[in-house]
């Protein structure tokens, strides 16, 4: 059984998310607030949090980064705001989703099942490395180099660089790049992978002209900047 981490100062969205959730078959654990949420992650392992970003006491932001401390669960970001702000420091912080208030809880249950299954099977396929430039990615332990030294990445930056890698000199369309790293279509965002990529080409440095954009269409990596 999955176990699903709540925290909200909305009692009832608490409620709504608990009783869709619980029709999936989770265990669902909630909080009001992002500081107990902390406290609860490190008494007990959770497979997703959905996390509100505005709580009392303490952010979903900076929940999400004092958790990421010490334990790797992936993070669904709730906001009544849905700024183009908002999402990027969400994505900056390493949230893995974010949907913004107010939300259809069954559209809410289907990303959880697709983050889920991603964060489980997010694992190397061989121990081959993957180099170009002067980017070299270990696939055993999803270790990441930039001229030799390593580079942190979140889940999604790493998922879209080694797809970018894996396609290198193929143009790879936004939808494309939802679907193989996200694991979805239709409840993608186009500018989700926008974002991303923005946040990716920060992390990779001088490298950064090395991910191409084409323009109507959207990605590529080429050994050429």
Known sequence: MYRILIADD???????????????????????????????????????????????????????????????????????????????????????????????????????????????????????????????VDTLGHNVYVDGEKTELTTKEYGILVYLLENKGIVLSRDKILNAVWGYDYFGDDRTVDWQIKLLRNKIGKYRDNIHTIRGVGYKFDDKA
């Open 10 to 136: 909305e009692p009832d969205i608490i409620q709504l998310i608990k009783r869709y959730a619980e029709r999936e078959g989770y265990d669902v654990t909630s909080v009001d607030d992002g500081s107990k949420a902390v406290e609860v992650c490190r008494s007990k392992d959770f497979d997703i949090i959905i996390m509100d970003v505005m709580m009392p006491d303490m952010d979903g932001f900076t929940a999400c980064k004092k958790i990421r401390e010490f334990k790797d669960i992936p993070v669904l970001m709730l906001s009544a705001r849905g700024t183009e702000y908002d999402k990027l420091f969400g994505f900056e912080v390493g949230i893995d989703d974010y949907v913004t208030k107010p939300f259809s809880p069954k559209e809410l249950m289907a990303r959880v099942k697709v983050i889920i299954s991603r964060h489980g099977s997010a694992k190397p396929t061989d121990g081959n490395r993957i180099k170009a430039v002067g980017i070299e």
